[in-house]
């Protein structure tokens, strides 16, 4: 009986397919196959058709050393190219690492993604202070900006029929000011000690979170607080003076 006939007539009596086979030693079906056809050309030379065969023969239970023997009696001499890439299963480790390396590949892309999110939220809301105190501490002088235009604080307005409002606060408090028209100048928060100034033309509407928090002056007027700490107070001003309603 031929060694590939002994192995596959010992793989049967085993009650084990190829695969199975395959599985347990880590040599590839195809080679398996072929060498159960007495076909050795497909483990790339005799070094390896001798280990193929002492590992098939150990996993079934026959006498290896008597099948390398009875090979080398039938090939002596004959020499196959050496094919590496045939023996195991090169082209499955190298699938693994490359699956390996795309999880961490992916598991970079992410932590980068995470590192911006937190930098842009960082700027955004700067040096830990709440979200409209920065627009509050850094007021914009823009030339003919229209009702809207706001000036470096104790800047007074020159137009007529514009309302400048001036806000000095003694402690952060939260304050929205609006125009005749409902159109927003600014919402945010003031911080403890900052003045900023407003101008809309005709009238100005002003809620303030923290009444007791804030001082204000009118058209260069100091009208003082508005209400009591802790007080919500909502104000009308209107050009000309400091009247409110």
């Avoid at 996993?59 to 290896?64: I, P, T, Y």
């Avoid at 970079?108 to 920065?134: P, Y």
């Avoid at 409902?182 to 005709?202: C, D, I, P, R």
């Amino acid at each position: 009986m031929s060694v590939g006939a002994a192995l596959s007539e010992a793989r049967q009596r085993a009650d084990l397919t190829v695969a199975q086979l395959s599985e347990r030693t880590r040599i590839r079906e195809s080679v398996i196959e072929g060498i159960e056809r007495d076909d050795f050309s497909v483990c790339g030379g005799d070094f390896y058709a001798r280990g193929h065969i002492r590992a098939l023969a150990t996993c079934l239970r026959l006498e290896a050393e008597d099948l390398v023997r009875q090979y080398d009696e039938l090939h002596t001499g004959s020499r196959s190219p050496v094919r590496a890439s045939a023996v195991f299963r090169g082209e499955d480790l190298v699938r693994n690492r490359s699956r390996h390396a795309s999880n961490w590949t992916m598991a970079a892309v992410v932590a980068l993604a995470l590192v911006v999110v937190f930098a842009v939220v960082r700027l955004l809301s700067g040096s830990g202070g709440k979200a409209g105190e920065t627009t509050a501490q850094l007021p914009i002088a823009v030339p003919n900006a229209g009702p809207h235009q706001v000036h470096e604080p104790g800047k007074p307005a020159q137009a007529q029929g514009v309302v400048t409002l001036k806000a000095v606060a003694k402690k952060p408090t939260w304050i929205n000011v609006r125009d005749g028209q409902g159109h927003k100048v600014f919402q945010g928060t003031l911080s403890e000690g900052k003045a900023t100034t407003w101008t809309a033309k005709g009238r100005m509407r002003v809620t303030v979170g923290d009444a007791g928090a804030v001082r204000l002056e009118v058209n260069g007027k100091d009208v003082g607080s508005l209400g009591k700490d802790g007080q919500t107070v909502h104000r009308t001003f209107e050009a000309g003076g400091p009247r409110a309603r």
